[in-house]
């Protein structure tokens, strides 16, 4: 266990605490996408209000850890790369909010040939971020076993990645009956979607990045 984990309770306990809202928000987003193409947009309509909510308090939380790291001196040698770590993974809140909350503004119309496809894409989006906060929670107890978990983001990334071009293929080059500006609007959507996988990704490189800083 890390040795600050080991001193502060407190801090402990408000990572732990953060890293909850990050994965109710995600599973937030997933439902969210689901109830979206299912045209149940009252269960969406309150995704997106939890969601806003999980915002605000992930950003309460994530100040209080950055300062008990700063003001107190905690791990002074690795403090930074902590708050940058933190800092992505509140990003993930802040993606989930944005892509909903362009769902519900431009309420894109999702030909019902493209359902699954998007089912499929939000699913592999969505295992990306399930496998990386896990991986994040561990950093901080038990270092040595982020690598395996971090190799399962890598895996759903690629996977989502190559599903959500196969999805814009098929959109630019099969739906010949859409105009241009319509396969344009799908695009931009599928590569929302696909953003949380990018981000969890990121996230997922730092990690094995500082599991190699604090063996050092």
Do not use: W
């Amino acid at each position: 266990m890390i040795k600050i984990l080991k001193r502060s309770k407190k801090v402990a306990f408000n990572i732990d605490e953060f890293f909850d809202k990050i994965e109710t928000a995600s599973l937030n987003f997933s439902s969210g996408i689901a109830y979206y193409l299912r045209n149940d947009l009252d269960q969406f309509s309150q995704n997106l209000q939890t969601l806003n909510q999980l915002e605000k308090e992930a950003d309460a939380i994530q100040r209080k850890i950055e300062n008990d790291f700063y003001q107190h001196a905690l791990m002074p040698n690795y403090a930074g790369d902590i708050v940058l770590l933190l800092e992505n993974a509140d990003d993930l809140i802040d993606i989930a909010n944005n892509v909903l909350t362009q769902f519900d503004v431009e309420n894109p119309h999702i030909p019902q040939s493209l359902q699954n496809d998007f089912i499929e894409l939000n699913n592999l989006a969505s295992n990306s971020v399930k496998d990386v906060i896990p991986a994040a929670r561990i950093f901080f107890t038990s270092p040595n076993e982020v690598k395996d978990r971090v190799q399962k983001v890598l895996f759903y990334n690629r996977e989502c990645t190559a599903y959500g071009n196969k999805t814009k293929k098929k959109i630019f080059q099969e739906m010949n009956s859409l105009q241009l500006a319509e396969k344009v609007h799908l695009r931009y959507f599928v590569n929302n979607i696909e953003s949380m996988s990018d981000k969890a990704k990121i996230l997922a490189h730092q990690l094995s990045s500082l599991v190699i800083k604090i063996k050092m």
